[in-house]
């Protein structure tokens, strides 16, 4: 089995030879390429030429195109710092949408207008398609609701909106969904499989404010996701011990859950079909610690996550990982088969 083929038959409920290994990896990808992280997000080349290096290096069974959150809304015209060797963020002191009767006037970008950072983003599915597309799952990106209007809006301003502007929250909800649903759509057509759905913000969000207001979105783009053909992941960074029963009514393909939501404490929530991706501390544990400690890490995530799991870290894979302990991650899962028991 392929990497492609492995985590295709754990999705459709099959036996796979052994556990899927889908770690994020983003500035040590460019790294491993020799390139500057402005270089990586800004150039499919040097993102292309990074992901297959780090796949091929370790082993992993994919390859993504997440680069920094701040794609979509730089189409849109928001302010945007980049810095040469750190992912690109918003300008939170100058949001696009500092005053909310700018949305009506806001129009979606055009995903494939040449230059742009979104159809920058469609080369790299092109090119990663055309080298590795047989053997490795290629994944786009999108950013969610929550997340994409914390950065058209500003984080903090948004989270008042919740109380103050509830009309105003569902409108910006709204373009922003039918906003990333037209790049997920050009997206799949340039060869994405899987479609990663970021959603930070959200974890900042109570159960309340979630259900009212996130989840419907959430809901609504996962679903979209899967009408377009391809696999839904979505991965909340933050403690989302609070939300995921909700995320579990979702429906995606995959859960990508950060290191600071016990895997056991999801598990009970969602129920055991729902495939769960992570969750080791990426800093604690695969930066700082030992191959033994990794090893050992891992070995809880199997016991808790059963065989409806992919083996990964909490977060992205800090560039300054020691290589061996990335190669202890890939070994426990080309050691381990859902089918068997989690036994150290």
Known sequence: MNGRERILALLQGGDPDRFPCMPITMQLAADLAGRRYLEYETDYRALVAGQVRVAEEFGLDYVNTMSDPACEAADCGAAVVFHPDLPAAM?????LLSDRSDLARLKAPDPARPGSRMHNRLRALEELKRQVGGSLLVEGWIEGPCAEAADLRSLSVLMLDFYDEPDFVHDLFEFVLAMELEFARHQVAAGAEMIGIGDAAASLAGPRIYQ???WPYEKRMVEGVQA????ARLHICGDTRRLVEGMGRLGCDVVDLDFLCPLDAARAAMGPG???LGNIDPVRVLRDGTPTDVHAALAACHRAAGPRWIVGAGCEVPRDTPPENLR???EYARAHAPREAAKD
Do not use: C, K, M, T
């Open 228 to 231: 377009l053909g391809a696999r």
């Open 91 to 95: 300008d939170e002191s100058n949001p």
């Open 274 to 276: 729902q495939v769960l």
């Open 212 to 214: 009212e207001f996130i």
């Open 328 to 330: 202890a991650l890939v």
